[in-house]
């Protein structure tokens, strides 16, 4: 048998492990210029979900993928939304096959992905592009500190973490590697921030 194709697959994994380094971690929150809650996204049904909906929530943003290293972290991201949701959590994944194409099915077949293996219960969104100059435009405000005005960031891989505040803030910015269970992202979130 053939192993170069997972001798690749491992240094690929070993690279993403290395080149998305630790989490950035918290940012001190400043009013956004364009206002989070008046964003809007696809749900992984096709429904229509309005940020609006939010206000007033913490909401923790990350881009997924099925065939990824680290896509063992549904199971943690699954955790804090069952922790955190009474206070008020929400979660979102965003799929996307941005990176070496690690999510290559379409809205069903994640959807179904996540449900059978990891039992995700918070919102999924449809696929969407995380980067370069057709992100969809959750991940614009994200990343542009002239649309969030916190700062700018690239979306270094899948798994990368925004937390956004309930008044609609970037309050934190976590790499890919980061647990969704750190004590940086549930230490904002317990405090309300």
């Known amino acids: 048998m ?12 070993l690279f993403s492990l290395f080149a998305c380094g630790r989490a ?36 923790l943003l990350v881009n997924t993928a099925s065939r990824c290293g680290y896509t063992p972290q549904y199971a943690q991201l699954q955790e804090l939304y069952r922790r955190y949701q009474e206070q008020g959590l929400v979660v979102l994944g965003f799929p996307s096959n941005d990176f070496l194409g690690q999510e290559p099915g379409d809205n069903a077949e994640i959807a179904g992905f996540c449900k059978e293996n990891y039992g995700v219960s918070f919102p999924m969104m449809a696929k ?48 890919p590697g980061t647990d969704p269970l750190d004590p940086a992202i549930t230490g904002l979130i317990a405090n309300g921030r």
């Open 2 to 13: 053939n192993t170069m194709p997972r001798i690749l697959l491992f240094v690929m994994f």
């Open 24 to 59: 950035q971690g918290p940012i001190t929150p400043v009013p956004p210029v364009a206002p989070f809650h008046a964003l809007k996204a696809i749900g992984i049904t096709g429904d229509t979900v309005h940020f609006e909906a939010f206000k007033g929530r913490t909401v």
């Open 128 to 175: 969407v592009r995380v980067k370069d100059g057709d992100r969809d435009p959750v991940y614009q405000w994200l990343t542009r500190k002239d649309l969030n005005g916190a700062q700018d960031s690239k979306v270094k891989w899948n798994f990368q973490k925004y937390l956004v505040d309930g008044q609609g803030r970037l309050i934190g910015v976590f790499s």
